[in-house]
Structures are given as structure tokens and as C-alpha cells.
């Protein structure tokens, strides 16, 4: 298997921290969202990352999709519970760790793609509304700190360090049982250290 990513996407992380916690093997093949000529706009319409290219040919995306795949390569229920409520419970839990990355990755978008005289104050407090929101949930309910890693568990962790490598970490002052819990989630997944971005 192959994966198109970059060293600092959060959700290209995701993906090579499932594969490590599940020890599947992936090729890892760097790649240019903004380079036209790049042939991940040829495996994946929308041209973003990660990309996962199968054994059997198929590209996937977004990184919800590969976690699954990567989960039924393993087996099944390793990193997504097969009992339907639990299935969904954690189903849920990584949607809110993935809408926090995705609110973080339109405010830095905003710095990066349009001049600072246009930037729109009114959709970056949107953005950072949504990501106190989702630290504020998180907060409140923690995952658990032992057992199993998880899919849930896995975005969480690239959450939270995507805005301690892009936001400096301010996040954390407000939100102990958080650092806590990414604190524990490091010490039982060394793979997670070794996927941080640079």
C-alpha cells in the first residue's frame, strides 16, 4: 500500500499512525497539493491528502475512509468497534477530533492563502469558535487512557498535536484532562512521536 501525504498534515498523520498501531506496512510517497502536474489530482479528483493507493489498484480518501480500510486489511474491530453502537459511538468521537482539525486547517488557510488586509474576521472567530467548542466537549469527556488504541483515539492525538505545531500549543492551558490524556496516549504509542510533524 501506498500513501500520498505530507510530513505536516494532520490527517496524512492519522493515516501513518493507524498503520503503525495496526503494523501494517506502507509505502509513503510525498505529495504536492498545489502542484497541477502532481499525479495525486489523477488518483484523487480532489487533489488532497491523504491518498491511500491499495494492493489491488484502488485509491482512497479521506483519512476516515483509509482508517476503515486499513482496519479491514488487520481484520476488522481493531480500530473501529464492529458492535453497531459502539461503532458508532466512536464513529462520532472521531468526527469531532476531525471537524477540530478541519476548523484548524481553514484558519491557517486563511493566513496562507489570501493577503492579511482580506482576511475575514468574522470566518476565522466562526473557526476558532468551532475548535473552542470541540476542546471545551473534549474536555468535559475525555477518552479513556487505557485499552485498546482506537480510531477515535488516533484523531485525537493528531488533533491535538496538529495545534500544538500550528497554534503553539495554546489550547492547552484551558484544557488539563486533555493534556493528560494526550500525555498517556503518547507514553502508550511511541508511534506517535515518531509520526510528528517537522
Known sequence: MRLRYSLTSPFARKARLAAAVLGLPLELELADTLNPDDT??????????????????????????????????????????????????????????????DAGVLVLYEGRFRPEEKHDAKWLAHQRDKMARALEALEAAPPAADGPISAADITLACALGFLDFRFGGEWRAAHPRLVAWQTAFAARCPSFEETAPH
Open 40 to 101: 495525486l489530482r489523477r488518483q484523487n479528483p480532489l487533489g488532497k491528502i491523504p491518498t491511500l493507493l491499495t494492493e489491488d489498484g484502488d485509491c482512497l480518501y479521506d483519512s476516515r475512509v483509509i482508517l476503515a480500510y486499513l482496519d479491514m486489511v488487520a481484520g476488522g474491530g481493531k480500530l473501529i468497534p464492529l458492535e453497531p453502537k459502539a461503532r458508532i459511538a466512536a464513529m462520532k468521537a472521531e468526527a469531532l477530533a476531525d471537524g477540530l482539525m
